[in-house]
């Protein structure tokens, strides 16, 4: 079993930047791909972004892509999503998800283990 635990969300105002960090346990985390996702009220999750075992390979959505950066620190067992220029667009809850798939994945469905989430609330 995975536990994933977010950290870093807040309130932040527009063209500001917030850092999450998820951290991982329970498992070799070089071992899983890791993604965010995001759930704004009364809309589906989304992806956000995806990065590898190795962290060799990333892959954002249309609306995030210039102005968020995932990496992974494979010897803090910890994964982050770095997020600027941010919009109000971008409130939601925001969540970490780790995979077993060797495929690129970008699907909720595709994931194993979910955190808890953290808010992000971004004011115009």
């Known amino acids: 079993q995975v536990q994933l635990v977010e950290s870093g969300g807040g309130l932040e105002q527009a063209g500001g930047s917030l850092r999450l960090s998820c951290a991982a346990s329970?498992?070799?985390?070089?071992?899983?791909?890791m993604g965010w996702f995001r759930q704004a009220p009364g809309k589906e999750r989304e992806f956000v972004a995806f990065i590898s075992r190795s962290g060799s390979s990333t892959r954002y959505a249309d609306s995030v892509k210039g102005r968020f950066t995932i990496s992974r620190d494979n010897a803090k067992n910890t994964v982050y999503l770095e997020m600027n220029s941010l919009k109000p667009e971008d409130t939601a809850d925001y969540y970490c998800?780790?995979?077993?798939?060797?495929?690129?994945?970008?699907?909720?469905?595709?994931?194993?283990?979910w955190g808890q989430g953290t808010q992000v609330t971004v004011s115009s």
């Open positions: 998800a780790a995979t077993t798939s060797i495929l690129i994945v970008t699907t909720s469905t595709g994931y194993d283990y």
């Open positions: 329970g498992r070799t985390f070089s071992s899983l791909a």
